[in-house]
């Protein structure tokens, strides 16, 4: 199985600030990643697929980038409305997997 | 809209079985797969298998092998994961989600409270 990892495990920031969350995987994944956010309580939400592209509806402050083993994920101006849990999720191979996700919060 | 719209929470003992029902509406359903990922009380996202809604193949995470069953219903544009011998640490929500190669909708989720 690919293992994926992810840092931090969690942050805090504050409103207008850069956060960048990595996520790594065990074996070459080209650019089979995507990123999910969820908030307390709810389901988690695509934000990004395929490593870089962003879904439909998500806003543009949210970016991805990477490819083989190593990818970022960005929010370039970190919002009230960003606290949640981030998780990457391969799905190079079955069985698909998620990392453990980054628990973001407001400083 | 694309809908995904799960059955309620369950309550069950140790050893007993549980369905999970997820009706999809909104788009062509025979055109994506259904993925079920379950959710620990703060814990992270847990695939546990996915189904072809096109011909019924399904591929189970190996921790659930001789337990899952995953099954369609394309008339009803239903999906549905039946997980069996219950043990405390399967009390979990679980969700559907659409899968073409990302899971871009997901179900409102299911509690599931394995109890004695």
């Known amino acids: 199985d690919i293992q994926m990892t992810q840092s931090p495990s969690s942050l805090s920031a504050s409103v207008g600030d850069r956060v960048t969350i990595t996520c790594q995987a065990s074996?070459?994944?080209?650019?089979?990643l995507n990123w999910y956010q969820q908030k307390p309580g709810k389901a988690p939400e695509l934000l990004i697929y395929?490593?870089?592209k962003l879904e439909m509806g998500v806003p543009s402050r949210f970016s991805g980038s990477g490819s083989g083993t190593r990818f970022t994920f960005t929010i370039s101006s970190l919002q009230p409305e960003d606290v949640a849990t981030y998780y990457c999720?391969?799905?190079?191979?079955?069985?698909?997997?998620f990392g453990p996700g980054t628990k973001l919060d407001i400083k | 809209q694309v809908q995904l719209l799960q059955s309620g929470a369950e309550v069950k003992e140790p050893g007993a079985s549980v369905m999970v029902s997820c009706k999809t509406s909104?788009?062509?359903?025979?055109?994506?797969?259904v993925t079920w990922v379950r959710q620990a009380p703060g814990q992270g996202l847990e695939w546990m298998g996915y189904?072809?809604?096109?011909?019924?193949?399904?591929n189970y995470a190996q921790q659930f092998q001789g337990r899952v069953t995953m099954t369609t219903d394309a008339s009803t544009s239903t999906a549905y994961m039946y997980l069996s011998s219950l043990r405390s640490d399967d009390t979990a929500v679980y969700y559907c989600?659409?899968?073409?190669?990302?899971?871009?909708?997901w179900g409102q989720g299911t509690l599931v409270s394995v109890t004695s």
């Open positions: 999720q391969q799905y190079e191979n079955l069985p698909r997997t």
């Open positions: 074996q070459d994944i080209s650019f089979y």
């Open positions: 395929d490593a870089s």
């Open positions: 909104g788009y062509i359903f025979t055109k994506y797969s």
């Open positions: 189904i072809s809604t096109y011909n019924n193949n399904a």
């Open positions: 989600a659409r899968e073409g190669s990302r899971f871009d909708k």
